[in-house]
């Protein structure tokens, strides 16, 4: 697969009052591919924002480089390539919604024509329809983060930079924009995304990195933290037999009972044996197993308490 | 200079459009125009006719007076805010990722700037002649009206302005406050008004007995800040005198060249400007 954003050694550091360094973001190395989704997590402050504001230009880097697009060096090509969505975004307000879609488009130099029917397209789409000729300070912060999310879809980029994309919006819009980036990602867009929650991630994300105090702690592909994250099972039991409940007392615990059904937790390390004996029992119904997944959230408090 | 391959100006007229729509609709801009309409069709008429035998020239001199008031008061307000507010409601980190360099961004600013000045200036020119036009109704002046002085007389003021709006955007284009940019762009107007005196002053033999440091700080204020004298035609169009092409053409040169200076230093500085 291409790659969609390369970030080679990249370091910024801050230079406060009295000249007091202080070092945002230490030696990123990082390639997103064309067509991933890619979840930037870490606490407040780790360096996130940093990393975003580098890749759009709005700051300079103290040290390393990167490419978006394979647009080395230039950075006006770089944005021609992005759609971004700033973290709480707040765009001219005096504008209408439908005025600021028409001069984000005309930036990109899309055609009068396009630029009307891309807008009617995102502001139905994104619920806006009825607003947009009611000027932006009057649309609550959801409509402002859906504009957002509306003016960065606009010119159809390839690679979009979302930061906080769910941030202010209900649990509809949550569930809009959701549908939106896994229809980008079925699109083969690459989107970058910083956010706080943990289950989008899991839910849209292919991979995740996560950053802590401007160090890049950890990364990997959700399939594989799902799949390595799996801690047990429970199983639910229709009946079973003696043999099976004493095998249970010693691998499992019993975790509940309800309308004559037997749950049970049983280790992932003891799952074969016990699955083996079970399959050998006439007595023994097993009605469903589920896994017991360590969450995103336990991983990212390990990684980020520095277990 | 400016290098204009690198201002993208389609991206800068984008900006531009933006700004204007903005002053158009800023309550501040419209208030003041208002204003100033009810005093040129009232006002100013009822005064001059209180000075007897000059009615038109009082007219014409109040309603130059007006209008040099109001389009400075436009000016410092909209040109202080152009940059902070952006960063202040953070409009810039939408807009700054979009294709637009920060030259563009910067030159859009100032041209939508000066085409709200020139929106209000031509306004404001409309109904003080109304205005001028009234007040001579009711006492013949003895002098003929050469209205292509008055319109050259605001066609300077506005060029003025300009100037002046370039310095808000220089201070603006560093400044993480309002007020540095606010003041500086008010000491800039008032030492470019008074510099002319100042050289004038120390060219006379009195001046010459001033101590020799003092000079040369006068002289290299007069030298770096714009002389802004030299933009005030009011006289020649409150008395029709006669106007010299060179001496205009000297001057606009002037302002061109200047402003080209002051946003050069502008763009400079912005590039660098981190925006965190």
């Given at each position: 697969m291409e790659t969609a954003i390369k970030i080679e050694s990249l370091g910024k550091i801050y230079r406060g009052v009295k000249g007091k360094r202080v070092e945002a973001l230490k030696n990123l190395n990082l390639e997103i591919l064309k067509g991933e989704v890619f979840g930037f997590l870490g606490p407040n402050g780790a360096g996130k924002s940093t990393t975003i504001r580098l890749l759009t230009g709005l700051i300079s880097p103290s040290s390393g480089r990167f490419s978006i697009g394979g647009s080395n060096g230039s950075l006006m090509n770089c944005k021609k390539m992005v759609g971004y969505l700033p973290e709480n975004p707040s765009f001219y307000d005096y504008l209408t919604g439908e005025e600021y879609l028409s001069f984000v488009g005309n930036t990109f130099d899309m055609k009068g024509e396009s630029i009307i029917s891309e807008s009617e397209r995102l502001l139905t789409l994104l619920d806006l329809h009825g607003a947009r000729k009611r000027p932006i300070r009057s649309y609550s912060k959801g409509m402002v983060q859906r504009l957002g999310l509306a003016q960065c879809l606009i010119h159809d980029p390839e690679i979009l930079i979302l930061d906080e994309p769910m941030s202010g919006l209900d649990p509809l819009g949550r569930i809009l924009v959701r549908d939106i980036i896994l229809n980008l990602k079925a699109r083969g867009k690459c989107v970058f995304m910083s956010t706080h929650i943990l289950h989008d991630i899991e839910v849209i994300c292919d991979r995740v990195g996560i950053i802590v105090r401007g160090e890049l702690r950890h990364l990997e592909s959700i399939q594989d933290i799902m799949t390595r994250g799996i801690k047990g099972y429970r199983i639910i039991f229709n009946s079973l037999s003696d043999r099976v409940v004493d095998r249970l007392r010693t691998v499992g615990e019993r975790i509940g009972s309800e309308k004559g059904t037997l749950s049970y937790y049983v280790a992932k390390g003891n799952m074969q044996s016990l699955l083996a004996e079970a399959s050998t029992d006439k007595v023994t119904v097993i009605q469903l197993i589920e896994p017991i997944r360590r969450g995103l959230d336990e991983l990212f408090e390990e990684v980020t308490r520095g277990n | 200079m400016l290098r204009c391959r690198n201002l993208f100006p389609n991206q800068a007229f984008g900006i531009a459009k933006v700004t204007l729509t903005g002053g158009r609709r800023d309550k501040v801009f419209i208030t003041l125009i208002f204003i100033s309409v009810i005093s040129f069709l009232a006002v100013i008429p009822a005064a001059s006719s209180l000075s007897m035998r000059q009615v038109r020239e009082v007219a014409v001199n109040l309603s130059l007076s007006t209008i040099s008031f109001v389009s400075l008061v436009l000016t410092v307000f909209f040109g202080v805010h152009l940059i902070y507010r952006d960063m202040e409601q953070r409009f810039v980190h939408a807009v700054?990722?979009?294709?637009?360099s920060r030259g563009s961004y910067l030159i859009g600013k100032f041209l939508g700037l000066s085409a709200i000045l020139a929106i209000g200036l031509t306004i404001l020119s409309l109904f003080s002649s109304i205005g001028i036009l009234i007040a001579s109704a009711t006492y013949k002046s003895q002098i003929p009206m050469l209205w292509e002085n008055y319109v050259a007389a605001v066609f300077f003021e506005y060029l003025e302005l300009l100037i002046l709006a370039s310095f808000a955007v220089f201070f603006s284009s560093f400044s993480t406050t309002v007020f540095l940019p606010l003041f500086s762009t008010v000491s800039v107007y008032i030492i470019g008004n008074v510099t002319q005196s100042v050289a004038e002053y120390i060219a006379s033999p009195y001046g010459q007995k001033l101590p020799r440091f003092s000079i040369y700080i006068s002289k290299a204020v007069y030298y770096i800040f714009?002389?802004?004298?030299?933009?005030?035609?009011k006289a020649k169009a409150i008395y029709s005198l006669r106007m010299s092409f060179s001496d205009l053409s000297f001057i606009f040169l002037y302002a061109v060249l200047y402003i080209l200076i002051i946003l050069s230093a502008s763009l400079l500085v912005f590039r660098r400007r981190e925006i965190a």
């Open positions: - | 700054l990722p979009l294709p637009i714009p002389n802004l004298t030299a933009f005030d035609l």
